[in-house]
């Protein structure tokens, strides 16, 4: 079982979201206001008025072959707009 | 232009709810407005002013002075980053130049507020039609930038980064400021002339609230601003000065425009605060989906750390005292 953690702007969420579908995912968790620091800026909430707002952080926990399926899809859209995707081992209890 | 005017527009409630903002975080106040509130404002003040503007444009039609006057705007939306970008080539790549150029092209709603705000406590009338400028003049700054993009660095660009028209011009014209002010705009203008009556039904919500909504809007702009003021030590003292100079330039070209149109001095300031003013809502948005090359820090801490306070403290008092000096009648 993989784990994939995917944190970028909460404006391609939907594109991000779509890219899971498509790969059929089991299922996601989705949360939003996620603030921090990028390379390029502060990530807060109070830009949120501007449509510049915070983070998404998404989960994924699923098999491998899912995450070939959705590997280049995520690529492309982080790749244009920012963000980052990383892929762990999980355990389940 | 007497200091009077300065200190007037200082001690007005909306600039000392900004200051009130910039203060609580310069002073490490645990106060903080949740994130969901000043979006909801700012949808408020645009809804607002679009719904009054519409109803001001019903009643004075698409004659003279409205039309040139929205094709002046127009014009100016285009012209502005053409000048910005010619200047921030010195010293700025194709990518951030027009990013930068975009922002300073298109406008700032709430300035414009501020500015109508300002005409109000000085007694100085202006017209609602002015409200169609504001609106028309967002996305035609977005396509100029995106065309230097394209035309300036075309061969920069990988071919995923290609432009894609349709989603750009999606975004710069039905992105979420502009649609609802136009929208807002169009429902005021046909409930104008359908059933005037609901006018009135509306009246507390566009019309008492609205003054108290923007001093609320301004207190959390003054963190906002505070804090890309506190980060702007990254981008350099020729994005610092262009930041304060370029407005001051735009100003004076659009008091030239204003003056060439005849317009009324209510009427020239709000052009005058439209050509200076720069963008922190549909531009940023739309650029950072479309130029993902441009780094944000420029074009948001320029704009929103240092354009937006310096215009709505200095710059409208300043702009009013051009404004006075080119058009002498009231002077």
Redesign the interface.
């Given at each position: 079982m993989k784990r994939l953690d995917l944190i970028f702007?909460e404006?391609e969420l939907d594109d991000v979201l779509s890219a899971l579908e498509e790969a059929e995912v089991p299922g996601y968790t989705v949360m939003k206001?996620a603030t921090g620091r990028g390379p390029?800026?502060?990530v807060?909430?109070?830009?949120?008025?501007?449509?510049?707002?915070?983070n998404a952080h998404v989960i994924i926990f699923c098999e491998q072959e899912i995450i070939d399926k959705i590997r280049e899809n995520i690529k492309?859209v982080l790749?244009?707009?920012?963000g980052v995707a990383y892929v762990s081992e999980a355990t389940p209890l | 232009m007497g200091q009077n005017l300065f200190i007037q527009n200082a001690l007005s409630p909306p600039i000392l709810f900004f200051f009130l903002g910039a203060i609580a975080y310069a002073l490490k106040s645990d106060f903080e407005i949740p994130?969901?509130l000043?979006?909801l404002?700012?949808l408020y003040l645009l809804l607002a002013i679009g719904f009054r503007g519409g109803i001001e444009l019903q009643k004075s039609g698409f004659g003279y002075p409205v039309l040139p006057t929205v094709i002046a705007a127009i014009f100016m939306s285009l012209l502005i980053p053409l000048i910005c970008f010619l200047v921030l080539r010195l010293k700025f790549d194709v990518f951030n130049a027009a990013a930068i150029s975009a922002a300073y092209g298109s406008i700032s709603a709430v300035t414009f507020i501020t500015a109508e705000s300002f005409l109000e406590s000085q007694n100085i009338p202006f017209d609602g039609f002015m409200v169609a400028a504001l609106a028309l003049m967002e996305s035609p700054a977005i396509i100029i930038g995106l065309l230097l993009v394209k035309f300036g660095a075309s061969k920069d660009r990988p071919i995923?980064?290609k432009m894609k028209w349709g989603s750009i011009l999606h975004e710069s014209m039905l992105?979420?400021?502009v649609y609802l002010l136009l929208g807002s705009l169009l429902i005021g203008f046909l409930t104008s002339a359908i059933d005037p009556s609901d006018i009135k039904k509306m009246e507390p919500f566009t019309g008492e609230l609205f003054y108290g909504a923007e001093c609320f809007f301004l207190l959390?702009m003054g963190?906002?601003a505070a804090?890309r003021l506190a980060?702007l030590n990254k981008t350099g003292a020729f994005l610092v000065m262009f930041s304060i100079f370029m407005p001051i330039v735009n100003a004076i070209l659009g008091s030239v425009v204003a003056r060439f149109l005849n317009l009324d001095p209510g009427n020239a300031l709000l052009f005058v605060v439209l050509c200076a003013s720069a963008s922190?809502?549909?531009v940023?948005?739309a650029m950072?989906?479309t130029v993902?090359e441009a780094?944000?820090?420029y074009y948001?801490s320029t704009t929103l750390g240092l354009t937006f306070p310096f215009n709505i403290i200095i710059g409208i008092p300043v702009y009013m005292g051009l404004v006075n000096t080119m058009i002498p009648s009231i002077g």
């Open positions: 702007s404006r206001h390029e800026r502060i807060t909430e109070d830009m949120e008025f501007t449509g510049f707002g915070s492309t790749n244009y707009y920012g | 994130a969901p000043p979006k404002f700012s995923k980064r992105n979420g400021s959390d963190i906002v804090q980060r922190y809502l549909a940023p948005t950072r989906m993902p780094r944000p820090s948001i």
